[in-house]
């Protein structure tokens, strides 16, 4: 099932760095890189978190090499040969650079295996990388550490982002690297986890009680593995509202750019992805505007977990509960759709109190989260 890969560009003695080659399918040879991808995702999450509930799969590579008209994406392996000459993947690195917004930025996610750590690995992918950021053109360069738990607030290692909210301990091997290779704290997200099920009747007095407040005003769709075409460019300018209104701290983010087409590429992703969604969306029903909406996401191959994705309401519709009504909702509707998940996660920026406060009333519980970096291309040493 492996090829021999192309000839070494980055050479050291017994690991090199190459273009991950690309698959089509995960049936092809050259999917090995795809798959290696995913085996260094998954050891380097669990790792971290004690299980890869949330590592991408091979398939989640693919798939997003498939669909670039939006983000475009370059990646690398690091690979050894093993006994048999067949390349193993020790890390990989990633670089997204935006097309439709955010032109001026780069994202690098650089991997590395950890039993091959402290190797200069993640050194050489994340070099070659910037190098191709700046070829580019990207002026601002942004990098992630995801973590399984806050330090506390009197470690010594505990970081602050410049927002004062949230902590991340410095000794985290992503936080000692971003930080050598010149890159700084920018915010801390936090990572929830609602544990399944709810206790009984919970979901539904978070409605009730939401429904008292939202009023005969606003109702609420709940729509599965789709979004009906009448709604569809509506549901696309929540999604662009979400990157407009979430605050970002200082990450140089501009809004993005959504319309009908991106939802339908992101509906064609989770299909190809086997993943299964439930939306519920808050209709005011005086203007049949879409007020808000709510997203969770599932892989069909992983029935413990579930992820939570975008919740908006629009600023002339807030104060009405709708946040936590469409989340009440779709809680309800994911019990009837996935009875036997176990858990569901979702990310929020710390400075975001009141997803925060919501997500809390609702039973969800700190589980970690995520450290972003960002440095200016031009405030770097040059590369080497
Ligand atoms: C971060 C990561 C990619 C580093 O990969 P790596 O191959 O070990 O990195 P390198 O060997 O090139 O390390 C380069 C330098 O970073 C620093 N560094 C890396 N890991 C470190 C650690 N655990 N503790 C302290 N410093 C560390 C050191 O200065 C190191 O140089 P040195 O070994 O000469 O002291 C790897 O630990 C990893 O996959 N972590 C999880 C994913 C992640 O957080 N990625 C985010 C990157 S922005």
Redo the contacts with the bound molecule.
């Keep these: 099932m492996t090829t021999t890969p192309a000839r070494t560009e980055a050479a050291t003695t017994t690991w090199r760095v190459l273009p991950a080659p690309h698959a089509t399918s995960l049936e092809q040879p050259e999917a090995w890189a795809y798959r290696g991808i995913a085996a260094?995702e998954s050891a380097?999450t669990t790792?971290?978190f004690g299980d890869d509930d949330i590592a991408p799969r091979a398939i989640d590579v693919l798939v997003g090499m498939k669909h670039q008209q939006y983000v475009r994406r370059e990646r690398l392996v690091?690979v050894e040969d093993g006994p048999d000459g067949a390349p193993t993947v020790v890390?990989h690195g990633v670089l997204f650079l935006p097309l439709a917004d955010n032109r001026h930025l780069a994202e690098?996610?650089?991997?590395?295996?950890?039993n091959?750590?402290?190797?200069?690995?993640?050194?050489?992918?994340?070099e070659r990388l910037r190098r191709r950021a700046e070829e580019e053109g990207r002026t601002t360069l942004l990098?992630?550490?995801?973590?399984a738990a806050e330090p506390d607030a009197d470690d010594p290692d505990a970081l602050r982002p410049p927002s004062g909210n949230g902590l991340v301990s410095a000794?985290?091997?992503?936080?000692?690297?971003?930080r050598?290779?010149g890159?700084g704290l920018e915010l801390v997200a936090r990572r929830s986890a609602l544990d399944l099920p709810l206790p009984g009747g919970a979901a539904e007095r978070f409605e009730a009680e939401a429904r008292a407040v939202a009023g005969e005003e606003y109702r609420t769709h709940t729509w599965v593995d789709a979004i009906p075409d009448e709604w569809i460019d509506q549901y696309a300018a929540l999604e662009q509202r979400l990157s407009v209104d979430e605050p970002n701290a200082g990450l140089d983010l501009e809004p993005e750019v959504w319309d009908a087409a991106r939802v339908r590429m992101v509906l064609d992703q989770n299909a190809e992805r086997d993943q299964g969604f439930v939306v519920t969306v808050a209709e005011h029903v005086p203007t049949g505007e879409l007020a808000g909406m709510t997203t969770l996401v599932w892989r069909r191959d992983r029935p413990a977990c579930t992820e939570q994705e975008s919740t908006v309401v629009l600023p002339e519709h807030r104060g009405h509960r709708l946040g936590m009504l469409v989340k009440a909702v779709n809680l309800r509707a994911h019990a009837r759709l996935r009875p036997e998940t176990r858990r569901i996660y979702t990310w929020n920026n710390e400075d975001n109190a009141h997803m925060l406060a919501i997500n809390v009333a609702l039973g969800f519980r700190p589980a970690g989260g995520s450290a972003e970096?960002q440095a200016r291309l031009a405030d770097l040493p040059p590369a080497t």
């Design positions: 260094v380097a790792a971290e690091a890390g690098i996610r650089v991997v590395v295996a950890p091959h750590r402290r190797r200069g690995i993640g050194s050489a992918l994340y990098g992630e550490v995801e973590f000794d985290l091997p992503g936080m000692a690297f971003g050598r290779q890159l970096l």
